[in-house]
């Protein structure tokens, strides 16, 4: 288990300008009564490998759909790389296919292969016919077998996936999201089904390309010492509000957003919190 050990004013939050994701007091519902998510603040520097923690029904996968522009704020400001999500926005359009998003159902194709499930990231590179005939490059199944290996699926490709084990078909889904060599990778609860040594497993491989890769990675979580051990920030979201955001830097923890709190209220918030 991490050492909590709060340290005052740290260095590490003021080097970069560099932010890749900005919200600024944003809300957002489904219907007229609720929100789902209310004046939400964040701030996110590119490289981060950022989490986001909080009970069923706290707004996390509605915070991933604000990201990648699948929802709109009903109020506030977002941007994403200093651009607003949204469809009718040219050039979010166009950067919206690089970010690779891994919702909680995964979203594979059972019936297909490994290999053509993972080509279908690279499906916004092709021209109209060869995405219309599914007639992908020789450079770009080359490629695919390349994060195939990354992703440790060697063997497999041909494997309907179907057929393939929780682990390895969120394998399948990190290795698509890959292929669309992205900027951003925002990826819903995809370790919270699996036991223990799968679950580090799959962190490695997102921590490992997210290094190779230089990507901003936004996972959500349900168990905090799991985002703890991997992520270098952590937003704990709690009906609809960011309650809580930390920075993780080795064993230390530092709190950004309350300031004030001790050591034991924090745990205690996690405990309140991130359980389900
Ligand atoms: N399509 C929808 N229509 C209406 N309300 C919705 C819809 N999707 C989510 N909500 C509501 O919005 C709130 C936030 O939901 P969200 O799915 O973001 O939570 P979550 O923290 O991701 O939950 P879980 O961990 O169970 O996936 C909840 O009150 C939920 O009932």
Same mark, same amino acid.
């Given at each position: 288990?991490?050492?909590?050990?709060?340290?005052?004013?740290?260095?590490?939050?003021?080097?970069?300008?560099?932010?890749?994701?900005?919200?600024?007091?944003?809300?957002?519902?489904?219907?007229?009564?609720?929100?789902?998510?209310?004046?939400?603040? %964040? $701030?996110?520097?590119?490289?981060?490998?950022? *989490? #986001?923690?909080?009970?069923?029904?706290?707004?996390?996968?509605? &915070? =991933?759909?604000?990201?990648?522009?699948?929802?709109?704020?009903?109020?506030?400001?977002?941007?994403?790389?200093?651009?607003?999500?949204?469809?009718?926005?040219?050039?979010?359009?166009?950067?919206?296919?690089?970010?690779?998003?891994?919702?909680?159902?995964?979203?594979?194709?059972?019936?297909?292969?490994?290999?053509?499930?993972?080509?279908?990231?690279?499906?916004?590179?092709?021209?109209?016919?060869?995405?219309?005939?599914?007639?992908?490059?020789?450079?770009?199944?080359?490629?695919?077998?390349?994060?195939?290996?990354?992703?440790?699926?060697?063997?497999?490709?041909?494997?309907?996936?179907?057929? %393939? $084990?929780?682990?390895?078909?969120?394998?399948? *889904? #990190?290795?698509?999201?890959?292929?669309?060599?992205?900027?951003? &990778? =925002?990826?819903?609860?995809?370790?919270?089904?699996?036991?223990?040594?799968?679950?580090?497993?799959?962190?490695?491989?997102?921590?490992?390309?997210?290094?190779?890769?230089?990507?901003?990675?936004?996972?959500?979580?349900?168990?905090?010492?799991?985002?703890?051990?991997?992520?270098?920030?952590?937003?704990?979201?709690?009906?609809?509000?960011?309650?809580?955001?930390?920075?993780?830097?080795?064993?230390?923890?530092?709190?950004?957003?309350?300031?004030?709190?001790?050591?034991?209220?924090?745990?205690?918030?996690?405990?309140?919190?991130?359980?389900?």
């Amino acid at each position: 288990m991490k050492q909590i050990q709060m340290t005052q004013n740290p260095s590490f939050s003021l080097i970069s300008t560099n932010k890749i994701i900005q919200m600024s007091d944003v809300s957002t519902s489904y219907d007229s009564k609720n929100f789902a998510l209310e004046k939400i603040n %964040l $701030s996110i520097d590119r490289g981060t490998n950022y *989490a #986001i923690v909080g009970q069923s029904g706290s707004g996390k996968s509605t &915070l =991933l759909k604000l990201m990648n522009g699948m929802m709109v704020p009903s109020s506030g400001v977002i941007k994403i790389d200093y651009t607003t999500p949204d469809m009718n926005n040219k050039k979010f359009k166009k950067m919206m296919h690089t970010i690779g998003y891994i919702p909680q159902s995964l979203g594979l194709v059972k019936n297909i292969t490994v290999l053509d499930n993972i080509l279908i990231g690279s499906l916004p590179r092709l021209n109209k016919i060869q995405s219309f005939l599914k007639k992908f490059p020789e450079h770009e199944i080359i490629e695919a077998k390349r994060i195939i290996s990354l992703v440790g699926l060697t063997g497999k490709e041909n494997r309907k996936t179907y057929m %393939l $084990s929780g682990g390895e078909k969120r394998r399948v *889904a #990190i290795a698509r999201a890959l292929m669309q060599k992205p900027t951003i &990778l =925002l990826a819903d609860e995809i370790v919270s089904e699996l036991d223990h040594v799968t679950a580090k497993e799959i962190m490695d491989l997102v921590a490992d390309a997210q290094k190779q890769m230089n990507l901003t990675a936004i996972m959500v979580h349900h168990d905090m010492q799991l985002a703890l051990e991997y992520a270098n920030r952590v937003a704990v979201i709690k009906e609809g509000h960011k309650i809580l955001e930390i920075g993780v830097e080795g064993d230390t923890i530092v709190d950004f957003q309350t300031g004030d709190m001790t050591t034991e209220e924090i745990m205690e918030m996690y405990d309140d919190d991130t359980k389900k």
